[in-house]
C-alpha cells in the first residue's frame, strides 16, 4: 500500500469510529401510543318502579259530592 492509501484508510476508519459513537449516544424514545381517553360512562337509570307509573291518584267515591 502506498502512503496515500493508508492515510486514506485511516481517515475512513476514524469517520466510521465517529459515526459509531454518534449512533451510541443518539437517544432514542421508545413507548407505546395511549388510546385516546374515552368518555365518563353515562350513570345507569334507575328501574321504573310500579309507583312512577302511576300519574293520578285513583278517585274516590267521596270526591264526586259536591256540598
Given at each position: 500500500m502506498t502512503d496515500?492509501?493508508?492515510e486514506?484508510?485511516?481517515?475512513?476508519?476514524k469517520?466510521?469510529?465517529a459515526q459509531r459513537e454518534a449512533?451510541?449516544?443518539?437517544?432514542?424514545v421508545e413507548g407505546v401510543a395511549e388510546p385516546a381517553a374515552l368518555p365518563a360512562p353515562h350513570k345507569p337509570r334507575?328501574?321504573?318502579r310500579k309507583s312512577d307509573t302511576r300519574t293520578a291518584r285513583p278517585?274516590?267515591?267521596e270526591d264526586d259530592?259536591?256540598?
Open positions: 496515500e492509501q493508508i486514506r484508510s485511516i481517515e475512513l476508519i469517520e466510521m469510529l449512533g451510541a449516544n443518539a437517544k432514542v334507575r328501574k321504573t278517585r274516590r267515591a259530592v259536591v256540598s
